[in-house]
């Protein structure tokens, strides 16, 4: 089955940039979709189809997506944000949904 | 505004059924896929599967033995059935709509089950 890589955690000061990568082979491909869990809380979507934002969702939240990567961009970072995020596609080749592990973001 | 609330029992005996139903309010649910998500204590997300109103399924291939999810469109309902259920079953068990492609938009706020003699 398809699988997804994303690194266990990224910190960053408040104010700067998060990048948060979703690794898979030839992602680039598919379309992916990113959702924010904090403690205790249901996920919520952030960005979906790669780079498009659910209406509540603040702009700083952007996506790209190419080649093995894609990638979610949290800019101006505030306390807020921190949360485990994951990415999600589906795999035409086995007909399911597949979470990658999950990122902890933790502002500093 | 949609909202879904999962219920049913919150302590399952190993080896039985686990049987959760998923409420919806605010849209129809005679449209979209409605789906079933778990995260296990500290874990992760895994997809165990969706419904459409129709009555299609797609399942996780690792769960597709022992997973049977169905609608129940009289009652705006869905429902979870997993069978033979071991400590590893435990987990928060998340109802939630989405499409095709397993795009989640709106989550139950979920349920722990533990599955305990």
């Known amino acids: 089955s398809y699988v997804l890589t994303q690194p266990p955690s990224v910190s960053v000061a408040p104010g700067q940039t998060a990048r948060l990568t979703c690794g898979g082979n030839n992602i680039g491909s598919k379309s992916v979709n990113w959702y924010q869990q904090k403690p205790g809380q249901a996920p919520v979507l952030v960005v979906y189809d790669d780079s498009d934002r659910p209406s509540g969702i603040p702009e700083r939240f952007s996506g790209s997506n190419s080649g093995n990567t894609a990638t979610l961009t949290i800019s101006r970072v505030e306390a807020g944000d921190e949360a485990d995020y994951y990415c999600?596609?589906?795999?035409?080749?086995?007909?399911?949904?597949?979470f990658g592990p999950g990122t902890n973001v933790a502002v500093l | 505004q949609v909202q879904l609330q999962e219920s049913g029992p919150g302590l399952v005996k190993p080896s039985e059924t686990l049987s959760l139903s998923c409420t919806v309010s605010g849209d129809s649910i005679s449209s979209y896929y409605w789906s079933w998500i778990r995260q296990a204590p500290g874990r992760g997300l895994e997809w165990i599967g969706y419904?459409?109103?129709?009555?299609?399924?797609n399942y996780n291939p690792s769960l597709k033995s022992r997973v049977t999810i169905s609608v129940d469109t009289s009652k705006n309902q869905f429902s979870l059935k997993l069978r033979s259920v071991t400590a590893g079953d435990t987990a928060v068990y998340y109802c939630?709509?989405?499409?095709?492609?397993?795009?989640?938009?709106?989550w139950g706020q979920g349920t722990l089950v533990t599955v305990s003699s």
């Open positions: 999600q596609v589906w795999d035409s080749s086995s007909d399911q949904g597949v």
């Open positions: 419904v459409y109103y129709s009555g299609s399924t």
């Open positions: 939630a709509r989405g499409d095709y492609y397993a795009k989640v938009d709106y």
